[in-house]
């Protein structure tokens, strides 16, 4: 019964595709939206049956298309991009400083995909500054966590998106909450920070808990955002509405010597583009991969930027066809861009 249940909410969720929402605003080179309706509309064909949505922004003309901008999917690792945002906004206030020291202890470290944690104890301290190159830049979910409770917690930087009318984004747990929870694993304890020792732990809870788990994840509304969303907070941070002007361009260089997701939305682009971004993805677990996501700005070589949000939740797909379904995504804007 729970394997029927399981494929009923990923029905549910990878429900009909809608017809791709526009918007034309301003006056720069406009975008091909038919080919974009056609070319993304192929992609979408193969992402199924999983949930999957896109969204594209022109940074500059205004122009906007979608396949839903209000269906929510899992961020997965994607909430770090806001979250160094929140980090630096502290500093911008003076409440923080990047070469403020944190000393981390054995009770504050978080699951894998985390070398602070698979180093600990060789090394315990680091810079607010190298925790947001680690959280943003590399994905290390203990950086992550440490920086989100020095601030305040889930909460703070929940509070600071609304602040900022970037609606439709919800950032709820820490990773140490959440990467237990979506494989219905007990609270994480610091002996599980290795690879080998997490999984032993996950794979220690019955199946049928581990399904009733991810069933639950892929369809509530914790740590979700829209693509709509994500556009806002890409087009928000790069027009500096957000930052400072020396936070902006740091939390932008981050993003784009990030060396993670390089067979995604980096993959489709062309020599002389750049692409400053933050990627998403979640531990497949009995065949089902809860979340595979990239969203960023890319920036071709003649200067036009476009914001693009591409969300793939529940697949059965292997990693590769998964990263090569976003690869796309990224050369269908850049045809529609001309």
């Known amino acids: 019964m729970r394997v029927i249940a399981l494929a009923a909410a990923l029905l549910l969720f990878a429900c009909e595709r809608p017809a791709p929402e526009r918007e034309t605003v301003g006056t720069a080179k ?11 509309g192929k992609v979408a064909e193969r992402a199924r049956p999983a949930a999957f949505d896109v969204g594209v922004l022109s940074m500059d003309g205004g122009e906007s298309w979608s396949l839903n901008t209000s269906r929510t999917f899992p961020l997965q690792s994607v909430f770090k991009a806001p979250l160094g945002a929140v980090v ?36 315990t301290k680091y810079t607010v500054g190298e925790l947001l190159v680690r959280a943003v830049g590399d994905s290390d979910n203990t950086a992550a966590d440490v920086l989100m409770r020095r601030i305040g917690g889930p909460g703070i930087v929940q509070a600071w998106l609304d602040e900022q009318r970037i609606r439709d984004m919800r950032i709820d747990r820490y990773e140490r909450e959440l990467q237990t929870e979506i494989y ?21 809870v019955p199946p049928a808990e581990r399904r009733a788990a991810m069933e639950r994840y892929l369809t509530e509304p914790r740590d ?9 907070f890409l087009q928000k941070l790069s027009s500096g509405q957000l930052l400072s002007p020396k936070s902006t361009q740091l939390l932008l260089r981050i993003m784009t010597e990030t060396k993670t997701g390089q067979a995604r939305l980096k993959a489709g682009l062309p020599e002389g583009a750049t692409l400053a971004h933050k990627t998403g993805t979640g531990r497949t677990d009995r065949g ?50 001309g």
């Open 184 to 204: 219905g694993m007990p609270s994480f304890r610091p002996q599980w920070r290795h690879e080998n020792t997490f999984l032993a732990a996950l794979n220690r």
């Open 224 to 232: 979700t955002a829209t693509v709509a969303a994500a556009l806002n």
């Open 30 to 40: 406009p975008m091909d939206m038919e080919l974009l309706d056609e070319e993304i």
């Open 88 to 123: 630096l906004s502290e500093v911008d206030r003076g409440r923080l400083s990047l070469d403020e020291v944190i000393d981390i202890p054995a009770q504050d470290l978080s699951p894998p995909y985390s070398p602070i944690s698979a180093n600990w104890p060789g090394r």
């Open 288 to 337: 089902i991969n809860p979340a595979t996501n990239d969203i960023g700005i890319i920036t071709l070589e003649d200067g036009r930027r476009y914001g693009v949000a591409v969300f793939l939740a529940g697949s059965q797909a292997p990693p590769q066809e998964r990263d090569a379904i976003i690869a796309d995504v990224a050369r269908a804007v850049v045809k529609a861009a």
